[in-house]
């Protein structure tokens, strides 16, 4: 798509973060800062990490919201962030990207990040919490390992503590991408099924094994009792750290179970895609309760974001297209994400106004639905 001469301007464009998480606010080094600019689970031993399209995009877009020339260098711009203090720099990225909503998923390191509370005070944003499937899985699994507790206790307080912890949020996530990968048996457990596999967790806890849920078993009765429940389930697509096998995270490989769910009041919400963007936006087309966005994507694709924003919508419902940043621990993947999500739809749509003769306002009414209304409405806080 060509750039347009003239941008439609989404500046003030209401955004719904619908999956993000906590930062941190102790003052940073560069190899600290960079370690948070990266999926990779591994140090750099290479180029730096500056040396990317989210390095690249941290210069252009964050440096001037520090008080820095555009292109700042990477020294230059840590020492800046060092001299402001860890808080008061993330809070300026935090409020400098204008999120009015914040969907914080908490089942990550919480205990290094801000967590709700904190991180709506740092942005000025309203918060609203999701709660991780697996996490709250362990807590419980955690909680009854050194009790003579059977499997069936153990799903029993399992689903106790998801019952309680979703009554104060607005939604689910789980990481079967990360865990047993998307090529899962769509097919609901017996519950007796799932309680012989609870019994085997728990005896493998008693034996000093640590509580990192991946059992296909479970996890598939954690997103069933979350459709039962008629919720809001975010699902890992595609892109992510190294423990990912990428090729088990296609979203296709979900098309049975969104087929049998189609009808069950669950609505999935299908993160970051990319390069399974596509296929998402497919699986949005044909689904009536399937959302997607592009997350994480926008920040590590840089200069080349618009381009994936316009992939993203070649299938996707306007209607069901979300706004997300995946932003963890940097404030920075915050203020990128809302700059190049707000540049890059603006060029986008500023394309099919130019070049197809769609009317102003109605590219205006797809950015503010795509902004934030799609996902309250998915999240039934409309």
Not at 130 to 140: C, D, F, G, T
Not at 188 to 196: D, F, L
Not at 340 to 353: H, I, M, N, T
Request: proline share 4%; with cysteine.
């Amino acid at each position: 798509m060509s750039t347009s001469a003239r941008l439609l301007e989404l500046d003030g464009l209401d955004l719904f973060d619908h999956h993000c998480h906590g930062v941190v606010d102790r003052d940073l080094g560069r190899a600290e800062l960079e370690d948070l600019l990266t999926e990779s689970s591994w140090p750099e031993t290479g180029p730096a990490r500056f040396d990317t399209q989210v390095g690249f995009a941290v210069r252009r877009w964050c440096a001037p919201a520090l008080g820095l020339e555009p292109f700042a260098a990477p020294d230059e711009y840590v020492a800046r962030r060092r001299e402001l203090g860890g808080r008061a720099a993330s809070e300026r990225l935090l409020r400098a990207a204008g999120i009015g909503r914040l969907g914080i998923e908490t089942g990550i390191r919480a205990d290094e990040v801000l967590g709700p509370a904190p991180m709506g005070e740092a942005a000025g944003a309203t918060v609203h919490e999701i709660v991780r499937l697996e996490r709250e899985a362990e807590l419980a699994a955690e909680a009854l390992a050194s009790t003579s507790a059977g499997g069936a206790e153990l799903l029993e307080a399992i689903e106790g503590r998801l019952e309680l912890r979703l009554s104060g949020a607005i939604g689910v996530k789980t990481i079967a991408a990360y865990r047993i990968g998307l090529d899962f048996d769509p097919a609901r457990p017996e519950r007796a099924e799932a309680a012989r596999a609870a019994a085997r967790w728990l005896e493998a806890l008693r034996e000093g094994r640590t509580a990192r849920l991946a059992d296909p078993v479970l996890i598939r009765h954690l997103i069933w009792w979350a459709i039962d429940r008629r919720t809001a389930i975010q699902v890992h697509i595609g892109y992510g750290d190294a423990d990912v096998d990428l090729h088990r995270c296609s979203p296709l490989l979900l098309t049975e179970l969104l087929r049998s769910t189609a009808e069950s009041g669950a609505r999935f919400m299908l993160l970051h895609c990319y390069p399974f963007h596509r296929e998402a936006g497919y699986l949005a087309d044909v689904f009536p309760h399937v959302y997607c966005d592009v997350g994480l994507a926008i920040n590590y694709t840089g200069a080349r974001s618009a381009a994936v924003i316009a992939e993203s919508l070649e299938l996707t419902p306007f209607g069901r297209s979300c706004f997300s940043t995946d932003a963890f621990g940097a404030a920075e993947l915050y203020h990128l994400g809302a700059v190049l999500f707000r540049r890059g739809l603006g060029r986008v749509l500023a394309g099919f106004r130019d070049e197809e003769g769609w009317p102003e306002a109605e590219c205006l009414r797809v950015a503010a639905a795509i902004g934030a209304r799609n996902a309250l409405r998915a999240y039934e806080l409309l």
